[in-house]
């Protein structure tokens, strides 16, 4: 990463999303550093790293469904208000930029609302 940005190389949403991808263990100040930096660059969020965003944000193993908004509160649940906060904040900062939600990135907007988050 660092040696892109001395090549004067902007990094993208993709870029982004692999950085989530390396920090999938990394506490909620660490994630929200790298969406800070995101924003302040311009770098448009995308489907794939509100989603990849999400899970990591909840530490979601790739192999475990979601299946069903009840499964999502469960799973949300095991974190604390300000996970819940994120992702509230992630969720709506998407809709706002009519990026279209994928299905996990839905369930745990439903779930946050029937948890009374937003």
Request: charged share 25%; no cysteine; aromatic share 10%.
């Given at each position: 990463?660092?040696?892109?940005?001395?090549?004067?190389?902007?990094p993208?949403?993709?870029?982004?999303?692999?950085?989530?991808?390396?920090?999938?263990?990394?506490p909620?100040?660490r994630?929200?550093?790298?969406?800070?930096?995101?924003?302040a660059w311009n770098v448009?969020a995308?489907?794939?790293f509100?989603e990849?965003?999400?899970?990591?944000?909840?530490?979601k193993?790739k192999?475990?469904?979601?299946s069903?908004?009840l499964?999502?509160?469960k799973?949300l649940r095991a974190f604390?208000?300000?996970?819940?906060l994120e992702?509230?904040?992630v969720i709506?900062?998407?809709?706002s930029?009519?990026?279209?939600?994928?299905a996990l990135?839905?369930?745990?907007?439903w779930?946050l609302?029937?948890?009374?988050v937003?």
């Amino acid at each position: 990463f660092d040696t892109m940005l001395e090549a004067g190389i902007m990094p993208d949403a993709m870029v982004f999303t692999n950085l989530l991808g390396a920090h999938r263990t990394a506490p909620l100040a660490r994630l929200k550093a790298l969406r800070a930096q995101m924003q302040a660059w311009n770098v448009p969020a995308n489907r794939v790293f509100v989603e990849t965003y999400l899970a990591t944000l909840f530490r979601k193993p790739k192999s475990v469904r979601w299946s069903s908004t009840l499964d999502t509160i469960k799973a949300l649940r095991a974190f604390d208000m300000s996970h819940w906060l994120e992702a509230a904040d992630v969720i709506k900062d998407a809709k706002s930029k009519d990026i279209d939600l994928s299905a996990l990135s839905k369930s745990v907007g439903w779930a946050l609302q029937e948890m009374g988050v937003y």
